[in-house]
């Protein structure tokens, strides 16, 4: 059966508050074939009449539902500050582990409990766009928040690692699997974080900076296409041997992170360590947590959050 609709139509229904749930339920379902770039994509026998070219990757439809999840989140925010005024005020921007499309409940949805949250965060958003388009400047001079909290790189860990490995031989130590493309994979992404880091710092240096980078995913909890087939490629067949290379991958990005936080000698800037929080049942799939899961990275968060204050 075909669902057709017009962009006007599907346009209208998603800016209504009354019916973008519903529509998001009816015309959209995630596709999460990216790692940390989860985003909504119009359902199999939904038709649009329209010109197709607006469709694509990053167009107007996938910028219409992402919308309806902002809006959302930042309702959330105006009630908030009116009921609780004296609940700290946070800026988030981020990745799949920050704003992931219906289907869970991820570090920022656990955090609206307890904060008032202004979220800038898109599904399928990335580091290098979140540092173009810096929307988190103009929502930190709109907000005035205590804290901002930025979660990225996890696909330029992930995203390519059939490309970032050598061939597995046995005896080799997970460091020796990883070539010259995770080399650069990881200095990109720390120039990235370095460059966002301080362009928020010259606009606002008086607001405290919360990054982190991940908990170490479980590949052999799950089997999926992102770590378990691309491993199994390389000819890595046990499954601790996969497990320990994961792990590797994270401890390497937490090394590049904090290397690069004790370049910036900014007290302000701090790095949450997620690794350890998600218990071995508590992987949705081998890279995003359950609701338990993202429920215990939020608790990591909000042991830093409950020490800051709310600016004058």
């Known amino acids: ?61 996938r910028n219409l539902a992402n919308k309806v999840s902002r809006r959302k989140r930042n309702k959330k925010y105006a009630e908030s500050v ?28 656990n955090l609206l409990n307890w904060y008032s949250v202004y979220s800038v965060g898109a599904a399928g958003d990335t580091l290098a766009n ?10 930190i001079e709109s907000v005035n928040p205590g804290a901002v909290l930025l979660s990225g790189g996890g696909n330029d860990l992930f995203g390519e690692l059939e490309h970032c490995l050598n061939d597995y031989t046995p005896g080799n130590d997970p460091g020796r699997l990883l070539n010259d493309r995770f080399a650069k994979n990881v200095d990109d992404v720390t120039r990235q974080y370095e460059a966002f880091l301080r362009q928020i ?29 691309k491993l199994e490629d390389r000819k890595v067949k046990d499954p601790k041997g996969k497990d320990l290379l994961a792990a590797h991958l994270v401890s390497v990005f937490y090394g ?28 949705y799939d081998e890279i995003h947590p359950t609701d338990e899961g993202f429920q215990q990275c939020a608790l990591r968060f909000q042991e830093k959050l409950h020490t800051i204050p709310n600016p004058p």
């Open 1 to 61: 059966m075909t669902d057709r609709i017009t962009v006007h139509e599907l346009q209208q229904l998603l800016e209504n508050e009354a019916t973008a749930d519903e529509t998001l339920r009816k015309y959209f379902e995630v596709d999460d074939s990216v790692p940390f770039s989860p985003h909504y994509k119009l359902k199999p026998g939904v038709q649009i009449d329209g010109p197709q070219e607006v469709f694509g990757i990053g167009g107007v439809i």
């Open 201 to 229: 710092r010259r606009r606002h240096p008086g607001v405290q900076i919360l990054i982190h980078g991940y908990d170490a995913p479980v590949p052999s909890l799950k089997r999926g296409k992102w770590l378990w087939e």
């Open 256 to 283: 590049r992170l904090e290397g690069l936080l004790g370049q910036m000698n900014d007290p302000m800037i701090t790095l949450i360590d997620l690794r350890g929080s998600v218990g071995s049942h508590q992987w």
């Open 130 to 139: 979140m540092l173009r388009e810096n929307e988190v400047g103009d929502a």
């Open 82 to 109: 009116l009921r609780h005024p004296q609940r700290l005020r946070v800026v988030t921007e981020g990745d799949s582990w920050f704003q992931y499309p219906h289907r869970l409940e991820d570090i920022i949805d």
